[in-house]
Nanobody
Framework: QVQLVDSGGGLVQAGGSLRLSCAAS????????FGWFRQAPGKERQFVAA????????KYLDSVKGRFTISRDNSKNTVFLQMNSLQPEDTADYYC???????????????????WGQGSQVTVSS
């Protein structure tokens, strides 16, 4: 079974950039679609981006379109979330997740993800 380890969070000023990574081990990486979710203090978990098994299909939360890019390197078993033009409202804990059920196209639905990383904290100062 795939295990996920998130990394790359930190503190950045508004307008800055961060790249999150999600390293997967213990399974067949290509069998999974991946997604990124975030949860701010006192708020519900929110879908951010998803990518299909091949990387050909992606989905994004409207408010991050044009600023965030999800990608994957199947040769390195790693998924990335490049975050540019970060804003204070992007502050949250970010979680990588893997979905075997939705491997073909990816999904925005949290309940279709089987596995979750431990999370990376992203703080954007104004």
């Amino acid at each position: 079974q795939v295990q996920l380890v998130d990394s790359g969070g930190g503190l950045v000023q508004a307008g800055g950039s961060l790249r999150l990574s999600c390293a997967a081990s213990g399974g067949i990486f290509r069998n999974y679609a991946f997604g990124w979710f975030r949860q701010a203090p006192g708020k519900e978990r929110q879908f951010v981006a998803a990518i299909s098994w091949s990387g050909a299909r992606t989905k994004y939360l409207d408010s991050v379109k044009g600023r965030f890019t999800i990608s994957r390197d199947n040769s390195k078993n790693t998924v990335f979330l490049q975050m540019n033009s970060l804003q204070p409202e992007d502050t949250a804990d970010y979680y990588c997740a893997a979905s075997e059920k939705s491997w073909l196209v990816g999904t925005q639905r949290a309940d279709e993800y089987d596995l979750w990383g431990q999370g990376s904290q992203v703080t954007v100062s104004s």
